[in-house]
């Protein structure tokens, strides 16, 4: 698999795509949007997860456990593929993956609290682990915070199927006729796709001011707002958020092979 590859997943044309907004540990809105995609899916469509699974609400690990089981239940259907079911990396999927590795920070006290800022505390507890300890640890030395990353870790594979998918994240997906790209929260509109790098996680004002077609896609979905502003729909873009983890609802959309929005659904 090429590097690109690995970064980007190419959905197949001439399909209707499902795109779920950002979910931020509420297992439960999950499984029940679930049970509304899962009565209306029919083959040949394909669902892309826009990423934010973990982070602000507390059911984090039940949440990861839900998109395992619908998937495992889409794939036993006939006509569906493994690449016709897409998770993107979030920022709260990229700030564990930093989280990870935060004894390779200059200032990991710092950074672990800017993390917590942005909600990352409740996944660091899903996983067996609190926030108080990683403080320590890093005040203690790089040793005692590499034996803290190294047990989160390994908390992480105990639980089935949950590193796996933490290892098959794209960084975003399109259409392989260039009709459709979609994101997690923004795009910077100066830059090719394959030199985004943090814009995808981090430029919600880039998306926000899009006024005319990027790089030839008709149409770009992205699944977090900062402002969790429900539904906006342009000529050029889509945006999902409806607030869950902040009291709102979850969200998804149908698109149609050519962009359409065809309907919404919501726990």
């Given at each position: 698999?090429s590097s690109e590859?690995?970064l980007?997943?190419?959905?197949?044309a001439?399909r209707?795509?499902?795109?779920?907004?950002?979910i931020?540990g509420?297992?439960?809105k999950?499984?029940?949007?679930?049970?509304?995609?899962?009565?209306?899916?029919?083959?040949?469509?394909?669902?892309?997860?826009?990423?934010?699974?973990?982070?602000h609400?507390?059911a984090?690990?039940?949440?990861?456990?839900?998109?395992?089981?619908?998937?495992?239940?889409?794939?036993?259907?006939?006509?569906?593929?493994?690449?016709?079911?897409?998770f993107l990396?979030?920022?709260?999927?990229?700030?564990?993956q930093?989280?990870?590795?935060?004894?390779?920070?200059?200032?990991?006290?710092?950074?672990?609290?800017?993390?917590?800022?942005q909600?990352?505390?409740?996944?660091?507890?899903?996983?067996?682990a609190t926030?108080?300890e990683?403080?320590?640890?890093?005040r203690?030395?790089?040793?005692?915070?590499?034996?803290w990353?190294?047990?989160?870790?390994?908390?992480l594979?105990?639980?089935?199927?949950?590193n796996?998918l933490m290892?098959?994240?794209?960084?975003?997906a399109?259409?392989?006729?260039g009709?459709?790209?979609?994101?997690?929260?923004?795009i910077?509109?100066?830059?090719?796709?394959?030199?985004?790098?943090?814009?995808?996680?981090?430029d919600?004002a880039?998306?926000?001011?899009?006024?005319?077609?990027?790089?030839?896609?008709?149409?770009?979905?992205?699944?977090?707002?900062r402002?969790?502003?429900?539904?906006?729909?342009?000529?050029?873009?889509v945006?999902?958020?409806?607030g869950?983890?902040?009291?709102?609802?979850?969200?998804?959309?149908?698109?149609?092979?050519?962009?359409?929005?065809?309907?919404?659904?919501?726990?």
């Amino acid at each position: 698999m090429s590097s690109e590859q690995k970064l980007f997943a190419t959905l197949k044309a001439g399909r209707r795509i499902w795109a779920v907004a950002a979910i931020h540990g509420e297992a439960a809105k999950l499984a029940s949007l679930h049970r509304q995609i899962g009565a209306a899916f029919v083959a040949g469509d394909q669902l892309v997860y826009l990423g934010n699974y973990s982070g602000h609400g507390r059911a984090v690990r039940d949440c990861i456990d839900e998109l395992l089981l619908f998937r495992r239940s889409i794939l036993a259907r006939s006509d569906v593929h493994c690449g016709d079911i897409v998770f993107l990396r979030g920022a709260q999927e990229e700030m564990w993956q930093k989280l990870l590795q935060l004894q390779f920070a200059p200032n990991p006290v710092q950074v672990l609290q800017w993390m917590v800022g942005q909600g990352i505390e409740p996944t660091i507890e899903a996983y067996g682990a609190t926030v108080d300890e990683a403080v320590l640890a890093a005040r203690d030395g790089t040793l005692s915070l590499t034996r803290w990353t190294g047990q989160l870790r390994q908390n992480l594979r105990n639980y089935d199927g949950h590193n796996a998918l933490m290892s098959v994240l794209r960084h975003a997906a399109f259409t392989e006729d260039g009709a459709m790209l979609f994101v997690h929260a923004g795009i910077d509109p100066q830059r090719p796709l394959s030199a985004q790098s943090d814009s995808f996680w981090w430029d919600s004002a880039g998306f926000a001011s899009l006024d005319e077609p990027y790089g030839g896609y008709r149409r770009i979905v992205r699944g977090f707002d900062r402002r969790h502003g429900g539904l906006v729909e342009t000529p050029f873009t889509v945006s999902l958020d409806s607030g869950s983890g902040f009291g709102g609802p979850l969200l998804a959309g149908l698109f149609s092979p050519d962009g359409t929005l065809l309907q919404t659904v919501s726990d």
